[in-house]
């Protein structure tokens, strides 16, 4: 059974920094894809980072120069350094993977159709 699970949240200050994590189950991450999304109330659920398999990053323009993706496919583990925070970071913080197909293994992208499984995500406030 597939599963994903965020961990890592919390009320944060403004310029403060969290460590988010997503531990896989169920699968190996190896040659997958994967991604943090995030959605804020009443807004859209928006890609933040994503990593393919290679391990080539792309970030949103907001987050850019703030936010780290990285991966530990031995532990099955994915993460999401984020550094300066600010109140409009504030969102529900997904993880979600991409399972491999011919070509995928250089390719990461923030269409929420591309991504196969999700977690059910974790509460990230920034506010004083």
């Known amino acids: 059974q597939v599963q994903l699970v965020e961990s890592g949240g919390g009320l944060v200050q403004p310029g403060g920094s969290l460590r988010l994590s997503c531990e896989a189950s169920g699968f190996t991450l190896v040659d997958y894809a994967i991604g943090w999304f995030r959605q804020a109330p009443g807004k859209e659920r928006e890609g933040v980072s994503c990593?393919?398999?290679?391990?080539?990053?792309v970030y949103a323009a907001s987050v850019k120069g703030r936010f780290t993706i990285s991966r530990d496919n031995d532990k099955k583990k994915m993460y999401l350094q984020m550094n300066s925070l600010q109140p409009e970071d504030t969102a529900v913080y997904f993880c979600?993977?991409?399972?491999?197909?011919?070509?995928?293994?250089?390719?990461?992208?923030?269409?929420?159709?591309?991504?196969?499984?999700w977690g059910p995500g974790t509460q990230v406030t920034v506010a004083s």
């Open positions: 979600a993977t991409d399972k491999p197909y011919a070509g995928s293994y250089y390719y990461c992208s923030f269409a929420l159709n591309d991504y196969d499984d």
């Open positions: 990593m393919s398999a290679s391990g080539g990053t």
